[in-house]
């Protein structure tokens, strides 16, 4: 009886996909992550885990890529987390829509203001990392102009004047390195930089060459971003990656499930050049940047 349920949700399910679906590449990736979700659902997720190190298993045969002690690649792995079945929130404290694309729910912040987007939670992460090892004199990103924007002559009291694509930066602020002054020169990053001035700025990473830190984009406005946040490689070299994202509306940075996928979830593997499917984004070409 129970085989005879599961064929018959297969069928229906393959029959819903068939229908709905026009492009034949796309509908054989979906039909694998269906069918494989109905028949096997593997549990890589331990639910006491408090940081991403501890909430996702590695599956067998793969063991973690070793990183440097104070590294960037080390600081994300262990990213503390909230309980698991956290749910994702959004800037103004409503829930968002889709509760069943995430595994974890970081703890990142989520300010009032709506300002910290996709690109911009990413951009935050990096320089609290950067805060963090006393290192703040690295911390700057560029406008979506070009013209770059530096924590150290923010807290010197500099601002830019605007305006259109043109940029000047002028001392009209008393000198602050406080945190709370950090916080005010994010906001303003937020509002003038992005997928698109990111991907303009950083290095650009081919797919063998991708470690923890490493950003999945599709660049344009809008475009969406994606930061790797583990990896693990077996005997035969072969690697697979943890993706986490901010979002729109500002949200909490949740860790994804690979529902392409699912006997690996929520791990992932790439191959360059080819698509990359997500639960909130579709990108063309597995393409990745670097931070500095």
């Not at 830019?160 to 303003?188: D, E, M, Q």
């Not at 290095?203 to 693990?232: A, C, N, Q, T, Y």
Request: overall charge positive; charged content about 25%.
């Amino acid at each position: 009886m129970k085989k005879y349920i599961v064929s018959l949700i297969i069928v229906i399910i393959l029959f819903l996909i068939l229908r709905n679906t026009s492009k034949g590449k796309i509908v054989t990736n979906h039909i694998k992550g269906a069918v494989t979700s109905v028949i096997k659902t593997p549990d890589h997720v331990n639910k006491e885990g408090d940081s991403i190190s501890t909430r996702v298993m590695i599956p067998e045969g793969y063991k973690r890529v070793e990183y440097a002690q104070g590294s960037f690649q080390r600081y994300l792995r262990h990213y503390p987390l909230k309980p698991y079945g956290s749910k994702i929130i959004n800037y103004d404290d409503s829930e968002y829509f889709a509760q069943n694309w995430h595994e974890a729910i970081l703890e990142v912040p989520v300010p009032s203001n709506g300002l910290q987007q996709c690109a911009d939670a990413l951009m935050r992460i990096r320089s609290e990392y950067l805060w963090e090892r006393n290192r703040k004199d690295e911390i700057g990103f560029n406008f979506t102009s070009g013209h770059y924007c530096s924590w150290s002559k923010y807290a010197q009291g500099y601002r830019p004047k605007i305006n259109g694509n043109k940029v000047t930066f002028h001392k009209t602020a008393s000198p602050n390195k406080s945190k709370t002054n950090f916080y005010r020169y994010l906001n303003l990053i937020y509002t003038y930089a992005g997928t698109l001035s990111m991907h303009n700025e950083l290095k650009k990473i081919s797919v063998k060459d991708i470690r923890i830190g490493d950003m999945l984009v599709k660049p344009g406005s809008p475009g969406h971003i994606e930061i790797v946040v583990d990896e693990i490689v077996n005997e035969k070299g072969n690697k697979m990656y943890l993706l986490a994202q901010g979002n729109t509306p500002a949200q909490n940075v949740c860790l994804l499930k690979n529902f392409e996928d699912t006997t690996i979830s929520p791990w992932y593997k790439f191959d360059e050049n080819q698509p990359v499917y997500t639960p909130s984004y579709y990108f063309d070409k597995a393409q990745f940047i670097r931070f500095k």
